[in-house]
């Protein structure tokens, strides 16, 4: 089995490249390979043209429903010779039509702003490089490298494609876009790599689309174009696909049962019409009218309209959703799977811990306290190169310059009001191999001093003497085990350790010279003063959203490419290794070895998961969702992109993520903060509540609507010899997309329940309306039926029984106006009934959201508009109706109060009862 690249000895993998590390390829060569490999770049994703995006909003089943609704109103609108009844059903088509433009034209301006994570990756592609061809140095685009190539790179440079290094000289690469590390690596050319290691372990290679921050190199290039690890995301990103969300599944075998429902409807009527002896012809544009009646039109639209809602209050909260149903589904999550640095830290370094040989201090204490942390600040101030943009942070969008390690020293001594000034007379710069950086400065007593600081153990080593209060002592091997034990320490729980030491020099010119000639005597003999602790540090906020995570049952993982201790130590401090079973954490290289079953079983114990690569990210995605688990990812850099498209939602961070991550996301963080996500998941929760509820009100009330409508047609042909419309099709489309459509959308706002968040998740297999939701609709709908039939044959036996024609009676008198408007009283106190269990309406419920109480007024205002305006009573059919009439209408739609009132009485104090008391 063939070697991997960064495996390979390098005289080996020269020769296979066909490169020269001296005079690189030729030109002619060159032109050879990219014929044989192809250019430099990432192969553009086939669009999908925006006509074909358009369609396919038309392949929701609740679309489709009303897709067929709309052509069955046209074909019986054709058949009718009355232009009145003619009219309404154009009327009703032309409703439902507006619905389904509706749904299609929001659908596709959201999907047409989004699928665009490859053209991000090539324009994060460095566009021109430094290369070696033909013995001479010379500058081309990127995109013309090919396998063999011979790279210069120096800091600054973007790397162009992905290649072993020849030589290094103090190289250090940001990786953190492709494997989360927070710390830029040092880079060693000469440094043997396993087989299995992961990318921010490959330290004899450099990668497309990372940058050098510190010195220079020589490499060559191994893979170019999808053959980069680039463009290994880049492919899973076109290979990945977005996948349907609970919401919508919920959503589709709901409009598959309704379209069932629709069809057994029709064949019921039309079979029980032709068994009473009803005209066929007639018997079947009746029963089609009462399948229309049945699907509740609003219902597309509402549901839209209440995601749209929540995006809105989201965005306020921070939380950028970018695909509508990403909100509901929110609510159903049952793993939080975060990055590290940046979301649960700040990622921002941070000192932390101040260790001298006698103690050790937080950072809040005064320096003037103790002249062994003055020296330590001092080395910290004057052995660095940073430069702090904005020191009193007034500026968000300011970007300090230099070593995260540097600036955190910096930001050290601003924060303690430390400030002294020494001229820097010389500098021995950091190295990867030296581990350590020294200056020789000289203060305003033209005392000289050489100030050292570098990695504790190193520094020790170098060290003659310690300083201890006050004084000067030399360092045996007692001493210095006792300070090596105290670093490592600190440095087991995740802290990353800076040793500081100095020594005076005389002021002799003449020594300076020698000294400056001379690196070794720079650094001899030197005093060891102490350490400084730094780390990137939680977010405010982190702890406290990690517990309530706990409390709602969603399980948090930390997923990172940092280091193993670094990862168990922020895990450690905000919570996240909780108990036993869960205090354990594993490194990516280990999940290469086990297979995908293996995995998923691991998943189920393990909350931190450190060194992965973006492939691990993706299984372990794969992983919790084959175990039944709601996923939510979250990501910044390129190389949480496919695992975001994977997961059931995507989370990118709004300041520190790429382009990638945000075109591969559902959702994103304004503030890059954890505690965020905590608060759109609430919302989330609350949105799907509101939608079952409205869900739950909608389908209910048609089920009243079709109940009266099916029962009444049995009864009135018993009765009065043919099948007559209690209400007829325009004033049901009235009822379903006026008077039930504001209280609806008012339901879509309505205030979460206090205990939101102390809920489990529901489950992901619950369909959206459970057994209990079933019941409700039904018994719902036989009350409605039953009370309204009731009154429209009051209201017109007795004159049918007296002699007078059905049809002048229903046309002229006030049994159809009265069951309209029973309909409708009905549905307003169904509005005010869908509520939790245990509680009442009397009381702050009834006032607990404001818009429906306006939504339930304007709908019953409406409805008096149609009843007693003359113009619009021969299109609605109505006549007005007395206050006698309406005290009864009232009387009778306080039934449901009464019933649902007892309900939550017996519910509330009798826990035994309360299950039966649910299925009311």
């Known amino acids: 089995m063939k070697e991997p690249w960064y495996v390979e000895e390098l005289d080996s993998l020269i020769e296979r490249l066909g490169g020269n590390n001296e005079i690189g390829l030729s030109h002619s060569e060159a032109e050879q390979r990219i014929q044989q490999f192809g250019l430099n770049e990432l192969v553009k994703k086939k669009k999908r043209h925006p006509i074909f995006l358009f369609f396919e909003q038309f392949k929701d089943p609740l679309v489709v429903i009303l897709l067929v609704a709309l052509l069955i109103s046209i074909s019986i609108g054709l058949l009718q010779h009355d232009p009145e009844e003619k009219f309404e059903y154009f009327i009703d088509a032309i409703a439902i039509s507006a619905i389904v433009l509706f749904n299609a034209f929001f659908g596709f301006i959201q999907e047409y702003k989004a699928e665009k994570s490859i053209e991000a990756l090539k324009s994060m592609a460095a566009p021109y490089t430094t290369i070696v061809r033909d013995g001479k140095r010379e500058r081309i685009e990127a995109k013309f490298l090919v396998p063999g190539d011979l790279i210069m790179i120096e800091e600054g440079d973007r790397i162009p494609a992905d290649a072993r290094l020849l030589q290094s000289h103090t190289l250090r690469i940001d990786e953190s876009m492709l494997t989360g590390e927070s710390f830029p690596v040092a880079k060693e050319y000469s440094s043997k790599i396993l087989s299995n290691a992961v990318i921010g372990d490959r330290i004899n290679s450099v990668f497309s689309g990372t940058s050098v921050t510190r010195g220079r190199g020589q490499a060559i290039i191994a893979g170019t174009g999808m053959k980069t690890e680039f463009g290994k995301i880049a492919f899973s990103l076109m290979e990945e696909k977005a996948e349907t969300t609970p919401l919508q599944k919920r959503l589709n075998v709901l409009g598959k049962w309704l379209g069932i429902g629709c069809l057994v409807i029709c ?32 219902l597309p639209a509402v549901v839209t309209l209440a995601l749209a809602l929540g995006v809105q209050r989201m965005s306020q909260k921070n939380a950028i959703i970018r695909r509508l149903p990403s909100v509901e589904t929110l609510g159903s999550t049952t793993v939080i799977c975060s990055d590290k640095t940046g979301t649960l830290t700040k990622n ?107 990695a504790p153990d190193v520094l020790i080593d170098l060290c003659k003497y310690y300083f201890s209060k006050g004084e000067i002592k030399k360092l045996n091997r007692e001493k210095r085990d006792y300070l090596e034990n105290s670093e490592q320490r600190l440095a087991e729980t995740g802290y990353r350790m800076l040793g500081m030491a100095f020594k005076p020099l005389e002021s002799d010119k003449a020594e300076l010279k020698v000294l400056s000639e001379d690196v070794k005597q720079i650094e001899a003999d030197l005093i060891y003063v102490g350490a400084i602790a730094i780390m990137d540090p939680p977010r405010d906020g982190t702890k406290e959203a990690i517990e309530i ?251 049918y029984a007296a002699g007078e024609p059905i049809e002048y009676i ?111």
Not at 402 to 421: C, H, Q, S, V, Y
Not at 690 to 710: D, H, P, Q, T, W
């Open 348 to 454: 921002k370094m941070t000192a932390r811990r101040i260790l001298t040989v006698d103690d050790e201090f937080s950072v809040n204490m005064d320096p003037s306290t103790d002249e062994a942390t003055r020296k330590i600040l001092t080395i910290g101030l004057e052995c660095n190169n940073a430069q702090l943009i904005d020191p009193n942070d007034t500026n968000p969008d300011a970007m300090d310059i230099g070593d995260p390690t540097e600036i955190a020293l910096l930001r050290l001594a601003k924060t303690l009001n430390f400030n002294i000034e020494y001229e820097r007379l010389y500098e021995v710069p950091f190295d990867s191999n030296s581990k350590r950086m020294s200056v020789v400065v000289k203060n305003s007593k033209n005392e000289h001093f050489v100030l050292t600081k570098g």
């Open 267 to 298: 064949a019921g009527i039309f079979s029980i019409g032709v068994l009473l002896n009803q005209d066929i012809v007639e018997m079947f544009i009746v029963a089609v009218g009462l399948a229309v009646a049945a699907v509740p039109e609003g």
């Open 810 to 920: 229903i046309e002229n008198g006030p049994a159809r106006t009265v069951a309209f408007s029973m309909l409708i009283m009905f549905q307003m106190v169904m509005a005010l009934n869908i509520r939790k269990e245990e509680h009442s309406l009397i009381g702050k419920e009834f006032f607990r959201n404001p818009y429906l109480l306006l939504a339930i007024t304007s709908s019953i205002v409406l409805h008096l508009v149609v009843v007693y305006t003359p113009f619009l009573q021969p299109f609605f059919h109505t006549i007005p109706i007395g206050l006698f009439d309406w005290v009864i209408i009232l009387v009778v739609a306080s039934v449901l109060i009464i019933i649902d009132e007892a309900r939550t009485f017996i519910a509330s104090r009798y826990p035994r009862f309360r299950k039966i008391a649910g299925y009311w």
């Open 549 to 799: 995570c706990k409390k709602a049952g969603i399980r948090p993982i930390m997923i990172t490419g940092d280091h193993l201790k670094t990862a168990i130590a922020v895990a450690s401090e905000i919570g996240l290794v909780y108990d036993e079973k869960s205090s354990f954490a594993i490194e990516g290289s280990k999940l290469t070895n086990i297979n995908d079953e293996e995995l998923a079983k691991l998943v189920q114990d393990v909350n931190v998961f450190a060194r992965v690569s973006p492939e691990h990210k993706l299984r372990l995605v794969s992983a919790l969702k084959s175990n039944g688990h709601i996923v939510a990812m979250t990501g910044d850099g390129v190389n949480d992109a496919p695992a975001l498209k994977k997961a059931d939602i995507g989370v990118a961070m709004g300041i520190a993520g790429t382009d990638v991550s945000k075109e591969a996301s559902d959702m994103i963080l304004a503030d890059d903060d954890f505690s965020t996500i905590i608060g759109a998941i609430l919302e989330g929760r609350t949105i799907y509540d509101n939608i079952r509820k409205f869900i739950l009100y909608l389908l209910s009330c048609n089920a009243g609507e079709i109940a009266v409508m099916f029962f009444g047609i049995i009864l009135t042909a018993f009765l009065f010899g043919e099948p007559i419309l209690p209400v007829i099709a325009i004033q049901i489309l009235w009822i379903n997309l006026v008077t039930d459509g504001l209280p609806a959308l008012a339901m879509g706002v309505d205030p979460p329940d206090p205990d939101v968040m102390s809920r489990k998740p529901r489950n992901p297999r619950e369909p959206i309306l459970p057994r209990k939701s079933v019941y409700f609709i039904i018994y719902s709908g036989i009350i409605i039926a039953v009370f309204t039939l009731l009154l429209f044959f009051l209201y017109s036996y007795p004159e």
